[in-house]
């Protein structure tokens, strides 16, 4: 059983950076493809798709994050991560890493595993 652990959230301000761990284990990550997801609590129901990499590294990215995001991995320390620049109070979310993906991958619900999520808050 794939186990993942987000940390590196926190409180910024605008234009500040952060950048996001996932650690894994029970499971190698270098084979699955990887994503990231937010969500506003009390606002939307569903994850909103944030950024995935696939076995060989490629990655693919939201259009509201492209260029602002860069989600990689260490495949030696079984992480991945998130950086996130010149973040904006409406990156604000609870941000979730997620392993095991197949099928569309911009759905929350293609993938198997789950962290338990870090909260991002980003102010004026």
């Known amino acids: 059983q794939v186990q993942l652990v987000e940390s590196g959230g926190g409180l910024v301000q605008a234009g500040d950076s952060l950048r996001l761990s996932c650690a894994a284990s029970g499971g190698t990550i270098s084979m699955s493809t990887m994503g990231w997801f937010r969500q506003v609590p009390g606002k939307v129901r569903e994850r909103e798709f944030v950024a995935a990499i696939f076995s060989g590294d490629s990655t693919y990215y939201a259009d509201s994050v492209k260029d602002q995001f860069t989600i990689s991995r260490d495949n030696a320390k079984n992480t991945m991560y998130l950086q996130m620049d010149s973040l904006k109070p409406e990156d604000t979310a609870v941000y979730y890493c997620?392993?095991?993906?197949?099928?569309?991958?911009?759905?929350?619900?293609?993938?198997?595993?789950w962290g338990q999520g870090t909260q991002v808050t980003v102010s004026l």
């Open positions: 997620a392993a095991g993906g197949g099928g569309r991958l911009t759905s929350e619900y293609s993938y198997a595993y």
